[in-house]
């Protein structure tokens, strides 16, 4: 099966630039989408389809996907995006859905 | 407004049946995907499976089929996962989700199981 890899923590200053990566096999051949988490809620879309934003999405979080990494970019971090996140896939091989490792986002 | 709402907190033994709920509003219930993904205490998000309400046409993570069902009424726009056996391994949240191409956009709160002796 797919598997997708996170680091398991990014600590970042405020105001600086956090990047959060996914590992998976030739992940840039598929379209990853990015979920933030804050403790105690449900899990909430911030980017799909590699670098798109649903609305209500500040242009502070974007990403991109090349290779076998893909990358959440949070610009100008707030002490309000600290967080867990995690990426998503979709495989087509076995047409199942697979979330990656998650990544604990610490700001300083 | 889409909102998915899920029941509430259960409580179970192990060995009891237990069926949670996820009630669609502010769409077509019928016309969209809805996933099941668990969390287990301070673990990732693992996806359950996923039923296409208008047909209940349904696919499960192998991880996971034959130890729950998942079904849905459309005529009430609400989706189910069931448990036939809990385990104390079932203890989790439990969250259900609106598949939007293949990804979530809108998921439920969150229904808490645990499952204790």
């Known amino acids: 099966s797919y598997v997708l890899t996170q680091p398991p923590s990014v600590s970042v200053a405020p105001g600086k630039t956090a990047r959060v990566t996914c590992g998976g096999n030739n992940i840039g051949s598929k379209g990853v989408h990015w979920y933030q988490q804050k403790p105690g809620q449900a899990p909430m879309l911030v980017i799909y389809?590699?670098?798109d934003r649903p609305s209500g999405i500040p242009e502070r979080f974007s990403g991109s996907n090349s290779g076998n990494t893909a990358t959440l970019t949070i610009s100008r971090v707030e002490a309000g995006d600290e967080a867990d996140y995690y990426c998503?896939?979709?495989?087509?091989?076995?047409?199942?859905?697979?979330f990656g490792t998650g990544t604990k986002v610490t700001v300083l | 407004e889409v909102q998915l709402v899920q029941s509430g907190a259960e409580v179970k033994k192990p060995g009891e049946s237990l069926k949670i709920s996820c009630k669609g509003s502010g769409y077509s219930f019928s016309s969209y995907w809805i996933g099941w993904i668990r969390q287990m205490p301070g673990k990732g998000l693992e996806w359950m499976g996923i039923i296409y309400p208008g047909d209940s046409d349904t696919t499960y993570n192998p991880s996971f089929q034959g130890h729950v069902t998942i079904s849905a009424d459309k005529s009430i726009s609400t989706a189910y996962l069931q448990w036939s056996s809990l385990k104390a391994s079932d203890t989790a949240m439990y969250y259900c989700?609106?598949?939007?191409?293949?990804?979530?956009?809108?998921w439920g709160q969150g229904t808490l199981v645990t499952v204790s002796s």
């Open positions: 389809y590699d670098s």
């Open positions: 998503q896939v979709w495989d087509n091989n076995s047409a199942h859905y697979v």
């Open positions: 989700a609106r598949r939007d191409r293949v990804f979530f956009e809108y």
